[in-house]
């Protein structure tokens, strides 16, 4: 099933630096109206012929801090090239006993720590007000599908990696972890797991009408445990290179699958369920309004000057 569109983007996190299981074409670097991507994209080809886009979140050397990714170029740059589906990896803490570091998980809610030093919007300084409905921030019906995917390539890896659903994701500033506090705190308030870079990231997909999923992967247990050692960014690397090998497997397995099962069947909604998902988002007439920046991330509503 080969494509010359490019309809999936990866963001690769902390460990993820590539999909060299798949075979490399070519880089690209697009300068959005934000900027450009933590790094160039890279488009690979799958065994079927069919493409992907991936981006490494902090840069291919590991050299950009979670408050400083350029999340808005990110996903500008990925929407640039046509794609519609977004499979995004994340490293986080533990912060529930049974979550051990090596498990994998498809959050489905998040909880905003960040302090308010990342731009979150595309609508930013454009003169247009809009508000993207949030309640779900992951994309349902993908993260629906994606379970039995992603549970299917991890059995078929072989290594028992076990998949938790339904868990409540907890985005902090960072770069520096968490109290003990502030941990024990974030379990009061029904947080499964703790990450530094899922948002804006899901926010940015949304507005930009992008089917979105986080596949997290667990590192540690967070700062929360009584009579452990808080966590350190050594323990958190010694578990990276297995958790990236075991991700590009997940992202080569899962990604056939979606695009052959979105092929498979002309209703399936399964790579454009957030189309359309911003129309009444706007609190003006969109097409009164001429701007370059919203007319290179939603062509569907906006045009340049
Ligand atoms: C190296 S641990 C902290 C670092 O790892 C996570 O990054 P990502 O979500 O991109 O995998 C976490 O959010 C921090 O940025
Ligand atoms: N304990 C933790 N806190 C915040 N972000 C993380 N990423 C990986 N482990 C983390």
């Given at each position: 099933m080969a494509t010359d569109k490019v309809l999936v983007g990866v963001i690769g996190g902390s460990g993820l630096y590539n999909l060299d299981n798949l075979t490399f074409i070519k880089h690209v670097n697009p300068e959005t109206p934000w900027g450009f991507p933590s790094s160039p994209i890279a488009i690979s080809s799958l065994p079927s012929g069919a493409l992907v886009?991936?981006?490494?979140?902090?840069?291919?050397?590991?050299t950009i801090s979670p408050s400083t990714i350029p999340a808005r170029a990110n996903i500008a740059a990925l929407k640039s090239l046509g794609v519609s589906t977004i499979l995004a990896f994340s490293a986080v803490g533990s912060l529930r006993?049974?979550?051990?570091?090596g498990d994998f998980i498809l959050p489905s809610q998040l909880i905003d720590r960040t302090k308010g030093v990342r731009p979150t919007s595309f609508f930013d300084d454009t003169g247009v007000v809009a508000h993207a409905g949030f309640g779900d921030p992951y994309s349902k019906g993908l993260g629906r599908w994606?379970?039995?995917a992603v549970k299917e390539a991890l059995e078929n890896e072989g290594r028992g990696t076990k998949l938790w659903t339904e868990k409540t994701l907890v985005v902090m500033e960072g770069p520096q972890f968490s109290t003990r506090a502030e941990s024990l705190m974030y379990r009061m308030w029904g947080g499964d797991l703790i990450g530094m870079t899922a948002l804006p990231e899901a926010k940015l997909a949304r507005e930009a009408e992008i089917s979105f999923a986080l596949i997290a992967t667990a590192t540690d247990y967070d700062a929360w445990r009584p009579h452990e050692?808080?966590?350190?960014?050594?323990?958190?690397?010694?578990?990276?290179?297995?958790?990236?090998?075991?991700?590009r497997h997940v992202a080569a397995h899962v990604i056939e699958r979606l695009l052959g099962a979105a092929q498979a069947d002309s209703t399936s909604t399964l790579l454009t369920e957030e189309k359309g998902c911003m129309q009444f988002a706007l609190m003006a007439p969109p097409l009164s309004v001429k701007n370059a920046a919203l007319a290179y991330v939603l062509p569907e509503y906006f045009s340049a000057p």
């Open positions: 886009a991936f981006v490494a979140r902090h840069g291919v050397g590991h006993e049974e979550i051990a570091p994606l379970e039995g050692a808080g966590v350190t960014a050594a323990e958190v690397g010694a578990i990276l290179k297995q958790n990236a090998d075991t991700s």
